[in-house]
């Protein structure tokens, strides 16, 4: 408090959560509403703000009609705890607050067109930050860095935590309040830069680690970790550090490091001596060692001017680290991938630098391609590496996910080197139940209580060196996807042979159903005249299971099946999208065969010399011809593997430079599925496809799906305003949930393909009453997803007298793709909003917010709020009001809530009933009644 200050003068605190202080007591601020309308008059102090743009903050959506109301109430509120009260404690009036007039040194007014909220400046946490991030750049200017660094340590020592946390916990997303970030951000890469410049690398270490884990992209953050790693003498750390960070930018936007981060990687390659620091130049001096690094990772110093006295740091304030959140224990199908890497003997075995620098080359490829697959190292004992997915967040494949990525280890280990200089790889993979606690948002990986590792490490040692194996339910989870054969040494595991091609077409014949508009918008696209300057792709885009892979394999037997008289048969190629192995080449093999006219009979001569016509008539010039040439070789099995020295992603991609080149002479129609999960050249070839400026008379069309996802990826594809698209030569397709009439079709006729007798049922015959019952119960938990109904199908008993389920119907009825796919809808949740979820499933259906925030311990309002949120989601629906009138919720879908209960251990589940049986003497949520409907049906069949 400042000198002669009032004590009971009022503080205002934003950077954290929310906070008022009279005297150093905090003040009650009340529910949502309040604490909202007050922060956001904080954030524009002594000024109008409007009555309506208090409502548009307040309520993203539609406020309701009485929103007015509310902000005039909340005001009024405010005005009560905040400021004088009347003698009976009821706030004051708003003409007895404006009576105080401008003398007051807070005052909350009404002033048309809403209220100001006048606040002394010294007494808001947010303008002291600005003032003193002020005075640190003006020291920096006249070249005092120690007193710079000191003034950026006081701003940053009066952040608490993200700004308003409490209100973003709610959903809060106020551009405020990134900008705000954005300048401590700012602040913090001066203070670090400050920090380096004085020689104290070793003291920000720690400072540095957790920022670049908050802020993995954060290239600036990362350039100063790696160097003062460098400057301590750990230099393989700060390469290790490039590793991740270039990988989490390949995996998450398809993009590579800077130029300037990635001329300090090089420079800590060769050990460019610009980068130390000379301890005989004085901080701040003109030939600072720092300016090299800085000229690196920011584009250059800021000025500087002789030394100042170090002496001046000795009073600053630590910076105190934001609170964390609490942890939270789940339970989760998590898929462990268990990697071992044999280096290769020789004579000199003995050399441990050799074998250190070894290590940490495989350190390096291991983290980049756990990256990539959504994966966490989470720990290394000698050679081996344990993998864990799906423990803070799923993605909905994490058991396929593993199997990539120990493919992916295993092909960048196998070529490039010598034969007998390649490290060698075996791995044991395997998926179930498990125990997660981890906080939301922390780079710390989570802790996780599992027999899966256990299985993982009795089965490792019987791996063959260059195998990867799978127990049985990761098998069964990848059954389709993957190509494998038992294992020759344990009945309860599976060699891994390959991905399986990427051919849309399986030979299933499942009604197309509520998809012919989509269907005729891609015949059109099909029919168009190839090379014209209309479309030249189309995007399908749903989320997962609504028939986006059905829909390809229908456009492409379309594109087979007929006749298309006014143009020459064209070219179908299909593209994996991602290259995790060789698996991906035999279809290109089948298709370049094709392209080129080579038979199965020809002697390798006239195959290489048929490749090579064509390729040397399309080829942009020579080098282009011998180099596409060289790599197709690889395709059609004329260059042996131990003449081999490239991965096949490098073949995938000389592949896509000749469909380019082959569609300016002929119409090139490209397929790929699951676009969303596709490597950078992928989507390479779909940007160049979809470019206005491309190539004139080029007639490459792509068909491809994805979920929405992709667009974080690529934001150009997402559809604008009025149905358009950024991309001009892109055709945006979106999918709807079925209709409950569909999906009945749809499961009927998957039951008449399967072993549950459905023509009996047409013929009247015993099984008619359970054939009808199970479609109307697979139906009703469908909610118009075809995968799901699909699934429920899968899973009918085969035969009366199948063995039933030993657990719980509410968690052996639902299939285990089903739970991966709602699981990782539930982790695309704010943090927050997915407790509330599982809260609320505790309660089941007529969810009311006064009985779910008892049960949750928070404030009624922000939980109404929450509920509105869910709600506009589509997670929860309206029910009928109690006779109270109190406003009800359900789940809108059954399944979501049932995967949302399952993950709450038994004991906070018990914990959760014990309150709610307190406040409402309900004994617990039951089965959805599909679900139970669902269980009876299978049962009386099984009889």
């Not at 590579?256 to 130390?276: C, F, K, N, S």
């Not at 399986?500 to 099909?526: M, N, V």
């Not at 991965?647 to 300016?664: G, I, K, N, S, Y």
Request: charged fraction near 25%; hydrophobic fraction near 45%.
């Amino acid at each position: 408090m400042r000198a002669g200050a009032d004590p009971g003068e009022l503080r205002f605190r934003l950077l954290g959560p929310l906070e008022v202080l009279r005297g150093g007591a905090p003040v009650p601020l009340g529910g949502f509403h309040q604490r909202a309308v007050l922060a956001y008059l904080l954030l524009r102090p002594n000024r109008v703000t409007a009555t309506s743009e208090l409502i548009a903050a307040l309520w993203r959506g539609p406020a309701p009609a009485s929103a007015r109301k509310m902000v005039q109430n909340a005001v009024w509120r405010l005005r009560g705890r905040l400021l004088d009260t009347d003698p009976a404690g009821a706030p004051q009036t708003s003409d007895a607050a404006d009576a105080r007039g401008p003398a007051a040194p807070v005052a909350l007014w009404f002033r048309p067109p809403g209220y100001q909220l006048n606040v002394p400046p010294h007494a808001l946490d947010l303008h002291r930050f600005h003032t003193l991030a002020a005075e640190g750049r003006d020291r920096m200017r006249e070249g005092a860095v120690a007193t710079a660094s000191l003034r950026w340590r006081e701003a940053l020592a009066l952040w608490r935590g993200p700004m308003l946390s409490d209100l973003v916990e709610t959903g809060v997303r106020w551009p405020d309040l990134e900008a705000a970030q954005t300048a401590r951000l700012d602040v913090l890469e001066k203070y670090f830069d400050a920090e380096l410049a004085l020689g104290r690398h070793d003291s920000v270490l720690p400072e540095l680690r957790a920022i670049t884990r908050a802020e993995p992209r954060a290239e600036p953050f990362t350039g100063q970790l790696m160097l003062a790693l460098h400057r301590g003498g750990r230099r393989s750390e700060a390469l290790d550090v490039y590793a991740a960070i270039r990988a989490e930018l390949a995996e998450e936007l398809g993009l590579e490091p800077g130029r300037r981060l990635h001329e300090l990687h090089q420079a800590i390659l060769v050990g460019d001596p610009a980068l130390d620091l000379d301890p005989a130049r004085p901080p701040g001096g003109a030939h600072t060692g720092l300016a090299p690094a800085l000229t690196l990772v920011r584009g250059g110093p800021e000025p500087a001017a002789p030394a100042t006295d170090a002496a001046e740091r000795s009073g600053a304030p630590p910076v105190p680290p934001p609170a964390p959140p609490a942890p939270v224990r789940e339970c989760r199908e998590v898929t462990a991938a268990l990697i071992n890497i044999s280096l290769p003997t020789g004579d000199d075995d003995g050399d441990l630098e050799r074998v250190d620098a070894e290590s940490a080359a495989l350190e390096a490829v291991i983290g980049e391609e756990a990256g990539r697959f959504g994966g966490t190292v989470t720990s290394r004992i000698g050679s081996s590496w344990l993998v864990v997915l799906g423990a803070a967040r799923a993605r909905g494949d994490e058991p396929l996910r593993a199997v990539q990525l120990a493919l992916a280890i295993r092909q960048r280990l196998r070529w490039g080197r010598h034969p007998e200089r390649r490290p060698r790889i075996r791995a044991a993979i395997d998926t179930g139940e498990a125990v997660v606690q981890h906080r939301p948002h922390d780079a710390v990986p989570p802790a996780v209580t599992s027999a899966v590792f256990d299985r993982a490490h009795a089965l490792l040692p019987l791996v063959p060196l260059d195998e990867v194996w799978i127990g049985e339910t990761t098998r069964e989870q990848t059954r389709p996807a993957l190509d494998c054969r038992p294992a020759r040494l344990s009945s309860a595991a599976w060699t891994v042979r390959g991905v399986r091609g990427s051919d849309l077409d399986t030979g299933e014949k499942a009604p197309l159903l509520e998809r012919t508009e989509s269907l005729r918008t891609l015949a059109a696209l099909l029919d168009g005249a190839p090379g014209a300057d209309g479309p030249h792709a189309a995007l399908v885009v749903a989320g997962a299971g609504l028939g986006k892979t059905a829909l390809l394999t229908a456009c492409e037997r379309l594109a087979t099946e007929r006749d298309m008289p006014r143009f020459p048969r064209p070219l179908l190629a299909h593209l994996t999208p991602r290259t995790v192995d060789d698996s991906p080449l035999f279809t290109v093999a089948t298709e370049l065969c094709a392209a080129c006219g080579i038979e199965i009979g020809d002697p390798p001569g006239t195959a290489r010399h048929k490749l090579w016509t064509v390729i040397e008539r399309v080829a942009a010039d020579a080098g282009e011809a011998a180099r596409l040439f060289a790599l197709l070789l690889i395709v059609i099995g004329h260059v042996p593997d131990h003449e081999r020295t490239v991965p096949a992603d490098e073949v995938m991609t000389a592949w896509h430079t000749l469909l380019e080149r082959l569609a300016t002479e002929r119409r090139v129609i490209v397929f790929i599925d699951d676009l969303h999960t596709a490597d950078d050249a992928v989507l390479r070839l779909v940007d160049r496809a979809v470019d206005p400026a491309g190539r004139p008379g080029r007639r490459l069309t792509v068909i491809a799906a994805a979920r929405p996802e992709l667009f974080r990826r690529r934001p150009a594809w997402a559809p604008a305003a009025a149905g358009t698209v950024t991309a001009p030569r892109l055709v945006p397709l979106s999918l709807s949930p079925l209709s409950d009439a569909a999906v009945a079709e749809l499961v009927h006729a998957l039951l008449a393909a399967s072993t549950f007798p459905d023509g009996e049922a047409e013929a009247g015959g015993e099984a008619a009453g359970p054939v009808r019952e199970l479609a109307a119960a697979v139906t009703a938990l469908a909610c118009g997803n075809p995968l799901i109904a699909a699934e429920f199908v899968r899973m009918a008993p085969p035969r009366p007298g199948a063995p039933a389920p030993s657990r719980d119907p509410r968690t052996a009825l639902i299939p285990g793709q089903v739970r991966r796919m709602l699981g990782a809808e539930l982790d695309e949740l704010p943090a927050g909003l997915a407790r509330v979820v599982q809260d609320a499933a505790v309660i089941g259906d007529g969810v009311r917010a006064d009985t779910l925030a008892a049960l949750r311990r928070h404030p009624t309002e922000e939980t109404a709020e929450a509920l509105g949120e869910l709600a506009a989601r589509g997670i929860l629906a309206p029910r009928a009001p109690a006779p109270d009138g109190t406003a009800r919720f359900g789940f809108r879908r059954p399944l979501l809530r049932e995967v949302a209960y399952a993950r709450l251990p038994r004991g906070v589940r018990a914990a959760r009933h014990a309150v709610l049986a307190a406040l409402t003497g309900q004994a617990g949520p039951p089965a959805a009644l599909e679900l139970l409907r669902l269980h009876s049906v299978m049962e009386r069949w099984r009889r």
